[in-house]
């Protein structure tokens, strides 16, 4: 017996390495690898950075950054995207675990694992299932706001860290709190160095590319060099530590950090650990995807490459699963990172791959340097890189545009720095669906009048049209659905109840793509209402799916009035008499 | 100083009282007062029975049928809408108490008073912030699964009377469960009273009137005597075990009902007790409410009147607060009762103050009389009544007519039926808003070309249309909105990618009803990648509040191509070489 054989496509398919792999050369290496050690030099302080943010010991932001960059390499389709620890993925994490355990703790520490095992099956469950379509109901403006409240959340909890001070909270509140009750016992030298360092970073981030191109300095160096900033920061602040012996006068220092390479871990099977870990699993897993998919859809476009949405799903599925078995935390693609690694030259996933080589190596052979890093020297690369994500503007945009979409946005924010993450974005999803479904529940509906010498009919309140006293026509601009079906029925009979001539009603269907059975229901109570008032409905310029889907119910055979092709055609046919179109054709 | 003054208008809105009250005269009242006997006679084994399931004393059945009518007269819009305790929500009410008390102490009676006042105050609030609409998400699939699963757990529960065992449980295994455990503890007489009641108020129901027209009866007559049905089996079962002493051979009587007018009651106010009714009283209301509109709706539409929704919320908010101050329990409008008070000849909401009247008084003279009542005798009205809303034809109606609707009834009456009513019908909802978004996140887009000989555009792959290789004409038959704004720049990009040729897109804009911020910047980034690839975007027949708002962005500004009033303009003055409509024209 011969079993079914897995078609190479479908291999391929599901495992991209298979496809570029086979055409991978020299030049596609060298490219490649140039741009993992810029990477890897901008990797180094971000993991270690965003381990402290969430809560977790610097080698986790390690470990997250190896075996997680192997396993999208092999699943993933974006070329340019480099996955690891991300600034607010890490504020979930902390607020997720931050529940169950208290940090420094190994059941805080087990809690992360097991998160990112759970996004890595909620990922993998979703591309499986080709639910990607899921993140669309994030909407643009509240990802942004999102985002945000978020940077200033981090921002802000990174400021304990800068004064030295102990602070807690999950809000901005609780944050702000906690910070002025501890300022007195501030650190005047973990201030220095975490103020001085924060000022270095804004500089070269701002500063420092120009004046190197005024030395004469390539471009591309110029550029890897001010990447290198947050490098140079982490050995300075460190010698100066162990220079000056800081530790000892106050400075908070990353300790000991175990040399090698990650362990092989397991997560959690505790049933009540899942079940508390789940919502909270599910938010990073689909937030964690927006981000991604929309960063590699970017760098993507800009090469006329596609990603494929759903295989992106299993790249970071297998990815948070990887990050799960070998000490990680959860993880995604980061935004800053990628655009370093396209620009840097990466040509296919194998730099993330070199990426992972390059964090092992330093997983093996740095972390002795590291015992004397300043947290304020992390706290400082943080506040930078998440500062660069505030931005307030989508409020103007929003207010100008949509009130509707300023109304999610403004909640997204105010919630998200009021209660944290969770409850911010997840209101602000609510709110954006129940938005939409409030403003489909009242459609805009006109009744319209026929242009003259025209075929064509418009709203009779804005401009000059032809009416027939016997008939109303109705334009309604929206799908019939169970959220508008009460109101297009209280629409009809207060239009019709006080007009004694009416004799005809005709709903023009050009914006009706869809007709749900609710809508199906009104306009069968509408049709026999008009009948017992001695008025017919007519409909007009159906759609062909929603006429297909009309005939398979009895509505057609219980219509009193008829379905017309055009609602010209509807109004020559109804309106036969002096001053209507359909006199003067017939005449 | 004088202070404002409330307009007569503006009072008249919020008490109808005031309206219809200051036209009432006698031959209204004789009307009221002939429907409030009937009703009465039919109200007073209904509000015993339905307090017994909701697991009440049944005296709170008769105080929830008096000072709640009073207040929906008073506030109330419907001249025909019967209130008081309906076999739905007193499940819906066991089941929320159920959570927090057993059955049969003061907590539960306490919880059930705190839950009609939490009710009240909910409709009140959505009455008076005109959120009536909110009641439109319930979709009529999700309602008519809901109601029919309802009903069958109800009748389920009551089998318990009828056996005279002990059950319980919130959902069908669990009652059958239960119903199985104790079928060895079955009382004899208790099942002979329950089965006979049962078939006697069957034979009632389908039988009886046919034979007394036949006797020569006029309809009016029959009509009344086979409503009186219950009264005549609870009057006949109670003599009967009186008679002989059925109590002491295990039938299970009503037992002593206080007698007496009403107790004034206060709700509880401890903040535990309203957290966890909250939900509960949020699902009641706007399953009440929905409820009770559509009766209201269908009865005022026979007579060419209409009713207030928002209006109707104050009405039955009054109710509710009513029956918590008075030692009832959550009411709504009621189907049956409703439709007898309509066919009777209520003229207005005074034959609703008239049976309150009636139920008073049964509440000071009847009671002693209500001892002997076995139970058996209510649950068997409280099954043939609720076998009336037992319809599954909505699930064959829905299968032929649309599968997702199909789906989010099946999923209402399968999560009712297993895991309860408050999952069973808020699944229902999520669900049915679920798939909306769903459909209308993958739209049906056309790529369209021109009808030969008319200035129509058509489906290329429906119809024999004229096209052009430089220009590709979509139809987007769906507004653009966060949850597919990512599906139209996929879409777009798919089309154009592997097409050399092309230098126009036109997205004709028909159905596209709003454009969000979130479908904006899709729109901008289709724009901005279309130009670098040389391709220019354009817009046509974009409606005019789109364009109104379109105008108040940048996007008009950026687009690299024209927004044209009409498809075929577009095709005009982008296509005007030989074999396009517009080289003949211009020709």
Not at 44 to 73: D, N, T
Not at 101 to 118: C, R, W
């Amino acid at each position: 017996m011969t079993r079914p054989r897995i078609s190479a496509a479908s291999l391929k398919r599901y495992m991209p390495i298979l496809d570029w792999g086979s055409r991978y050369d020299r030049d596609a290496a060298t490219s490649d690898l140039v741009a993992a050690v810029i990477v890897t030099i901008m990797l180094i302080p971000q993991s270690l950075a965003y381990a402290l943010l969430a809560g977790l010991p610097a080698e986790m932001g390690l470990y997250a950054s190896i075996l997680p960059l192997v396993a999208y390499a092999i699943f993933g389709t974006s070329r340019a995207l480099a996955v690891g620890p991300v600034a607010v993925v890490s504020l979930m994490t902390a607020a997720a675990v931050g529940n169950l355990a208290l940090q420094g703790t190994a059941e805080y520490a087990m809690a992360a694992i097991t998160l990112a095992f759970l996004s890595g099956l909620i990922l993998l469950a979703m591309g499986a299932f080709r639910l990607g379509f899921l993140a669309t109901f994030l909407s643009h403006p509240v990802i942004a706001g999102f985002i945000t409240a978020s940077g200033i959340i981090i921002a802000t909890s990174q400021l304990k860290h800068i004064l030295g001070v102990e602070a807690h909270g999950h809000n901005l509140l609780e944050l702000v709190v906690s910070l002025l009750r501890h300022l007195p016992e501030v650190s005047l030298w973990t201030l220095v160095i975490g103020v001085a360092t924060t000022a270095f970073l804004f500089w070269v981030r701002k500063g420092l590319k120009p004046r190197l191109l005024a030395l004469g300095l390539k471009p591309r160096l110029a550029d890897i060099l001010a990447k290198a900033g947050p490098v140079g920061a982490v050995a300075v602040t460190t010698l100066v530590t162990w220079g000056f012996g800081l530790q000892d006068r106050g400075v908070a220092i990353v300790g000991d950090v175990p040399k090698g390479l990650p362990p092989l871990t397991l997560p959690s099977f505790d049933l009540d650990i899942w079940v508390s870990l789940m919502g909270s699993a599910v938010l990073i897993s689909i937030i964690g995807f927006v981000e991604s998919v929309s960063v590699a859809q970017t760098l993507a476009a800009k090469k006329r490459q596609r990603i494929v949405p759903d295989q992106e799903l299993i790249g970071l599925g297998a990815s948070n699963v990887a990050a799960a078995v070998s000490g990680g935390y959860p993880v995604t693609g980061g935004f800053a990172r990628s655009v370093v690694n396209f620009d840097a030259g990466a040509e296919t996933p194998a730099a993330g791959a070199f990426t992972a080589v390059g964090i092992a190596l330093a997983a093996l052979f740095l972390t002795p340097l590291l015992f004397f890093l300043p947290k304020a020297t992390l706290a400082a690369t943080i506040i930078v890189a998440v500062l660069s994500l505030v931005d307030f503007s989508i409020l103007k945009r929003t207010w100008g545009y949509s009130r509707a979409d300023f109304a999610a946005v403004a909640a997204t924010i105010l919630l998200t720095l009021g209660l944290g993450v969770e409850i911010g974005v997840s209101a602000g999803v609510v709110l954006s669906i129940f938005l939409h479904l409030y403003k489909s529940s009242r459609p805009h509906v006109a009744e319209v009048g026929l242009v003259p010498g025209t075929e064509h009919f418009r709203n009779i309140n804005r401009h000059k049209v032809l009416t027939h006293p016997e008939m109303v026509s109705l334009r309604i601009d929206e799908s019939l659905y169970f959220a508008n079906a009460r109101f297009l029925e209280d629409y009809v009979y207060d239009r019709v109840v006080a007009d004694k001539a009416l004799k005809h009603v005709v709903l023009q269907c050009t914006a009706v793509n869809e007709i749900d059975t609710s809508a199906l229901e009104s306009l069968e109570a509408i049709n026999h209402r008009l009948g017992e008032m001695g008025i017919k409905l007519h409909l007009s310029e159906v759609k062909g799916p929603v006429m297909d889907r009309l005939r398979r119910s009895h509505f057609l055979d219980e219509l009193t009035g008829q379905v017309f092709l055009s609602q010209y055609g509807a109004m020559r046919a109804l309106g036969p008499v002096d001053g209507t179109p359909g006199a003067r054709k017939a005449g």
